[in-house]
């Protein structure tokens, strides 16, 4: 069995190396596919540039003719993927060659989980652990934890860097890719959202883990306010469900 390594780029691609990079010699991640939502030529150039220096054809760079924002984008890079299983991840962000093996012992007959890393590691210094008392995240346990202020909870509910089945994503977020029914801005708690609602579940992965890179430009710190209030809809959307 073989994964594929699946990387929505937008003006990133200063990170690019260091996201691909403990993937270029993994037999077991066969695939690594790039979606770019249209960014500055200049970009686009640097990102070919990097592969062509690393000659080889396991890259494989889409782009898209418009910006279609993160959440488009995201869906995008996991259809062009071949294997049934994608490790979807944030171009800015990046993991150790030793996680592979983590990713190795999943059980993949779980078509419904999306596995999640069980520690985030900052740049800005902070360490966030979901060490919840529940390691599986369904819809019911989602709903306790919004209710009762689970430390951290908006963190995992909006943490995009997970390994999860092709068909069962695509299929639970085809109504918003075609109809865009919500605003997406915070796209990784409206993929919770849908994910939730199709009876799909989040299973916390012990040993998994990958550093989130604080950097300037970052979309949820530079509109905090906006993106607060949307935090609590998405909140609020789980609840009703």
């Not at 919840?132 to 202020?149: C, F, G, H, M, R």
């Not at 909006?158 to 075609?178: A, I, M, P, R």
């Not at 605003?183 to 959202?193: E, T």
Request: aromatic residues 18%.
């Amino acid at each position: 069995m073989t994964i594929s390594l699946a990387i929505p780029t937008y003006n990133s691609s200063k990170y690019f190396w260091d996201c691909i990079k403990p993937a270029i010699n993994s037999d077991f991640i066969s695939e690594i596919i790039v979606h770019d939502d249209c960014s500055d030529n200049s970009e686009y150039v640097n990102m070919f540039e990097i592969v062509s220096n690393i000659n080889t054809d396991k890259v494989k760079i889409y782009r898209g003719s418009k910006n279609e924002k993160a959440f488009v984008n995201k869906y995008l890079t996991v259809s062009k993927c071949t294997n049934d299983w994608v490790y979807l991840f944030d171009s800015d962000n990046w993991f150790d060659e030793s996680i592979i093996d983590v990713l190795k012992e999943l059980d993949y007959s779980k078509k419904d989980t999306c596995f999640i890393e069980k520690t985030l590691y900052v740049t800005d210094g902070n360490i966030v652990t979901y060490d919840y008392e529940d390691t599986i995240i369904d819809l019911l346990v989602a709903k306790k934890y919004i209710q009762n202020e689970k430390h951290h909870f908006d963190w995992f509910l909006n943490n995009g860097n997970f390994l999860v089945n092709k068909k069962t994503y695509l299929k639970s977020h085809e109504d918003f890719f075609n109809n865009k029914i919500y605003h997406g801005s915070i796209d990784v708690f409206l993929f919770s959202y849908y994910w939730f609602m199709h009876n799909n579940k989040y299973e916390i992965v012990d040993g998994l883990y990958h550093y989130h890179r604080v950097r300037p430009g970052n979309y949820f710190m530079d509109n905090y306010e906006e993106n607060m209030q949307l935090v609590q809809k998405y909140f609020d959307m789980i609840l009703k469900l």
